[in-house]
Structure formats: structure tokens, C-alpha cells
């Protein structure tokens, strides 16, 4: 790993971990780019991802203490922590399970450039589909609805279709609004996100420790920043806007990278 390397791949997960463009799938791209592949790539490119969570729980803060502190005396609260618990579940399962054989045989380019192209068909479809979202607001989602969300996330283990685009998507068909699925899919992101990169720091931490010790830090602190900053931005867009353009962006890149493997 180079400076510049750790640079460029930290604002590429901050920029895509949140966005429904995949974080993943791009880091995958970037790392064949700079010509940075293999274990040590794809260990960096996963625990890199706690500066983008870092990133959600400060701009949460407020709300997530809140949760915290109100767990055991407000029913709200309860509701809440019992939903991002059953919307987690699935996929920390079928990951664990998983994830060795998905890291050998679908973490290439033209993988991601066909689940980039199916994710934005899907989010198209989605779109065009859906009416009048029933839920609006974290307090009022249902167990019922916070597990089909777990179910959706359960397809962005394959590499390219993104996991804030499965689990908000998986929310806009569970009947939650925009802005709603789209926060409940950042809050999901923490356990999620802290689960798969603890797992993978234990896993390869030789690996990681192989690499010059500032570079790991410099890359979380480019995603948290970066990440932090598009948090707030895609919030603000979601309150009135589709998601429309992603997809269209989504397979547009997979085009373009299936006709440059060729």
C-alpha cells in the first residue's frame, strides 16, 4: 500500500458506503485500477469501512444516546433496538457462513459490473412500482418490516450490489418512506459494518499488521470524513428526490466495465 493508494480508496468508501452504488464493488474496481488486489487488498478494502461507521455514529449521536440511555424504560426505544436487532440477524448469518467462499470467487470486476447492472434494473423497477409509503418514521416500524429489510441485506453480501441500496430498497417495499428506510438503513449499517470489519481484523490481522501502522489510520480517517459528509448530503437528497439517478449511474458503470474486460 502506498499513501496515495490508502488516499484514494478512503474517499472512494466514504464517498460509495452509503450511497445505493456500492461500497464494495468500487473498492474492488479502484483496487484493480491501482493495481492493489489480493488478501491484503481485500482486508483494507473491508476494515477500512469503520471510518465510514464511525461517520454514522457521529451525525446519530444525538439519537443513538438517546436509544442508549432509554433502552430500558421507554418502550419506543425498545421497539426500535428490536428492530435493527431483527433487521441485523440474517445477514450476520448467512455472512458468517459465506464470506470466505464469496471473497474467493466473486471479488472481481466483472461480478460487480453485472450485480451494478441487476441492482440498477431492480432499483428502476422499485421505483416505478412503488405508491404511497405507509411508515414514516423510525418509531413506527414494525419487527415484520425491519426483517424483510434483513432479508434484502442479505443480497448485498454478493459483491457490487450494495448494502444501503438492498436495505433501502428492502424498506421501500416494506412500505417505509424514503427518508425512513434510508435511516434505518444507516443505523443498521453500525452493527452490521462493526460485525463484518471486528471479524475481519481478527481473521487477517497479520496481514494488516504487515502494512506500514499509519496507513490504516490515514485510511479511516479519509472514509469518516468523506463518509460524514455524504451522510448529510444524501439525507438531504432523499427528502425529495428518487433514486433514479443512481440507478441509472449503476448500469451505465457496469456497461462500461463489461465492455473494458473484453
Known amino acids: 500500500m502506498s499513501v496515495w493508494t490508502v488516499i484514494i480508496l478512503g474517499i472512494v468508501e466514504g464517498l460509495t458506503e452509503f450511497l445505493p452504488v456500492s461500497s464494495t464493488g468500487h473498492l ?51 421497539r426500535l433496538a428490536l428492530a435493527l436487532a431483527v433487521a441485523f440477524v440474517p445477514a450476520a448469518i448467512l455472512g458468517l457462513v459465506l464470506h470466505k467462499w464469496i471473497e474467493q470467487h466473486l471479488f472481481g470486476p466483472v461480478t460487480v459490473a453485472w450485480a451494478l447492472i441487476v441492482g440498477g434494473v431492480v432499483i428502476l423497477l422499485v421505483e416505478h412500482n412503488i405508491g ?88 479511516l480517517a479519509v472514509a469518516f470524513v468523506t463518509g460524514l459528509a455524504v451522510v448529510a448530503g444524501f439525507l438531504a437528497f432523499v427528502r425529495s428526490h428518487t433514486f433514479k439517478s443512481f440507478a441509472y449511474y449503476r448500469i451505465v458503470l457496469g456497461l462500461i466495465i463489461l465492455a473494458l474486460m473484453r
Not at 492493489?36 to 478494502?45: I, N, P, R
Not at 481484523?201 to 499509519?214: F, N
Open 28 to 78: 474492488i474496481l479502484a483496487g484493480y485500477v491501482l493495481n492493489f488486489t489480493g488478501e491484503e487488498a481485500t482486508s483494507f478494502e473491508i476494515v477500512i469501512q469503520l471510518g465510514a461507521t464511525l461517520s454514522v455514529v457521529v451525525y446519530f449521536r444525538l439519537r443513538l444516546w438517546s436509544l442508549i440511555t432509554e433502552l430500558l424504560v421507554n418502550p419506543v426505544s425498545q
Open 132 to 219: 404511497r409509503r405507509q411508515t414514516q418514521g423510525l418509531n413506527q416500524i414494525n419487527l415484520r418490516q425491519a426483517w424483510w429489510v434483513g432479508i434484502a441485506q442479505c443480497f448485498s453480501l454478493f459483491p457490487g450490489v450494495s448494502r444501503s441500496g438492498a436495505t433501502i430498497i428492502g424498506g421501500l417495499l416494506a412500505s417505509l418512506d424514503r427518508t425512513t428506510a434510508t435511516e434505518f438503513s444507516f443505523l443498521l449499517s453500525i452493527p452490521t459494518m462493526l460485525a463484518a470489519t471486528g471479524y475481519k481484523i481478527v481473521k487477517t490481522h497479520d496481514v494488516l499488521l504487515q502494512a506500514d501502522p499509519l496507513l490504516l489510520p490515514l485510511g
